[in-house]
């Protein structure tokens, strides 16, 4: 497994942007990031593979941009337009396994299949 740290949370107004960073200490081949709210259970937001293939929740597309250097081994998560409705903690998370990159999209609903996990940033959005 890789060792992940995730930065960038904050507290911003509804309509604002905030960016999300997940340093890896490796190399991975598929990573993504989940939320957590108050209540309810973690859940996929995007992912990409280290080919830069992406794949969204429905509840976030046009609004968050997923992107990995691949040199730096850093994940990162630009969200505009924020909803309150996006408050939640935000959880990195990668596969170090080669296999991982080809289903890499589908894995937002697999959290099992991911080896390695940050412990998280609080994001709040106000209304």
């Known amino acids: 497994p890789a060792q992940l740290a995730e930065s960038g949370g904050g507290s911003v107004q509804a309509g604002g942007s905030l960016r999300l960073s997940c340093a890896a200490s490796?190399?991975?081949?598929?990573m993504g990031w989940f939320r957590q709210a108050p209540g309810k259970d973690r859940g996929g937001v995007a992912s990409?593979?280290?080919?830069?293939?992406?794949s969204y929740a429905e509840s976030v597309k046009g609004r968050f941009t997923i992107s990995l250097d691949n040199a730096k081994n850093t994940l990162y998560l630009q969200m505009n337009s924020l909803k309150p409705e996006d408050t939640a903690i935000y959880y990195c998370?990668?596969?170090?396994?080669?296999?991982?990159?080809?289903?890499?999209?589908?894995?937002?609903?697999?959290?099992?299949?991911?080896?390695?996990w940050g412990q998280g940033t609080q994001v709040t959005v106000s209304s």
């Open positions: 998370a990668a596969s170090v396994l080669y296999s991982k990159r080809w289903n890499c999209p589908e894995l937002l609903d697999r959290k099992a299949d991911f080896d390695s």
């Open positions: 490796r190399y991975t081949f598929c």
């Open positions: 990409i593979n280290d080919g830069g293939t992406t």
